[in-house]
């Protein structure tokens, strides 16, 4: 009878000497306690984690920041982009793009990505994140559509004639 934990001897046949995905030790009769995919080390039964967990036996997914194997690896994510706990990949929040999230929306671009045009209008900016219209002084309305434009027109016309 086999012996030895985990690893064939010239005694033992490699089939009987293996033991099954979750048992180890000495006739491979202990049960593994790993979770989440874990591989189990034959002889002794710690956990190997796959990536994204941690812990004794892999039960504790990374924290926010950290990502890869047994959660080793620093995430790189910059504006408060989260991390994707087994790649590392970088996933923006609304108003910033790249693979860091490194870069602002440009002008009339907002939202995840900044997939979303601005819906403003009358030289108004529209907020990066929201989307919502920023209008200059005089403008109002959800798209800044509403203002009071003859008066400014108004002005510049009898500011003209001043002095003539």
């Known amino acids: 009878m086999c012996k030895i934990a985990g690893f064939p001897t010239p005694r ?9 995905k979750d048992h180890f030790g000495e006739d491979c009769r202990q049960l593994c306690s790993c979770k989440n995919g874990a591989l189990c080390d034959p002889v002794n039964g710690s956990c190997r984690c796959g990536l ?3 812990g004794p036996t892999c039960e504790e997914a990374c924290p926010p920041g950290k990502y890869g194997p047994s959660c080793q690896m620093e995430c790189s994510c910059l504006h408060n982009g989260t991390c994707d706990r087994v790649s590392g990949t970088c996933h923006c929040t609304k108003g910033y793009y ?4 490194q870069h602002g929306c ?3 671009f907002h939202g995840e990505n ?6 403003c209008e009358n030289g108004a900016s529209c907020d990066p994140a929201t989307g ?3 209008c200059p002084s005089g403008f ?3 798209e800044c559509e509403r203002g009071q434009s003859w008066h400014i027109t108004k002005r510049l016309t009898s500011n003209s004639n001043f002095g003539t």
């Open 132 to 134: 919502i219209c920023l």
């Open 12 to 20: 033992c046949p490699v089939a009987d000497a293996q033991c099954a």
């Open 114 to 119: 900044c997939r979303e045009r601005c819906q």
């Open 140 to 142: 109002y309305g959800e």
């Open 52 to 54: 994204g967990w941690m």
């Open 106 to 108: 440009p002008p009339g």
């Open 98 to 101: 790249g693979n860091q999230c």
